[in-house]
């Protein structure tokens, strides 16, 4: 584990992905479980993610960690092009494989840019579905 982030954790949970929205600082990510998560990333470089289920250490919380480096910066050195890449390849196809190669680079992501995972428990309002 790199900077918070569980590389077989994101691999996981990125096999399960199944919508992304972002919104300014903020991914929101649905899995094929019906579980949600939501990560946002601060000027600071922490990416704080919070899971439907509660659970600060679940899959879901390491991917939407990942989706998050990927999709909530507008630009980005050549890294962080080839994890947006990945991200697309997966959503257009979804392998164990994309999702192993797409949390792999994600790792060297946080990793060169200073990126940190701070999982948040989710509040009680929020669903699962």
């Given at each position: 584990m790199i900077s918070?982030?569980?590389?077989?954790?994101?691999?996981?949970?990125l096999a399960t992905l199944v919508a992304v929205r972002v919104r300014a600082n903020r991914a929101t990510v649905r899995f094929d479980d019906g579980h949600s998560a939501r990560a946002t990333v601060s000027s600071t470089g922490d990416v704080q993610v919070a899971c439907a289920c509660g659970s600060p250490?679940?899959?879901?919380?390491q991917a939407a960690a990942v989706v998050a480096a990927a999709r909530v910066p507008r630009?980005?050195?050549?890294?962080?092009?080839?994890?947006?890449?990945s991200l697309?390849?997966?959503?257009?196809?979804?392998?164990r494989e994309q999702a192993e190669t797409t949390a792999e680079v994600g790792?060297?992501?946080?990793?060169?840019?200073?990126?940190?995972?701070?999982?948040?428990a989710a509040s009680p309002?929020?669903?699962t579905a």
């Open positions: 918070g982030l569980a590389v077989a954790g994101a691999a996981a949970g250490d679940c899959e879901h919380v630009a980005g050195n050549a890294l962080w092009h080839t994890l947006r890449g697309d390849d997966l959503l257009r196809r979804r392998t790792q060297r992501v946080f990793e060169t840019e200073g990126l940190t995972v701070t999982p948040e309002r929020r669903s």
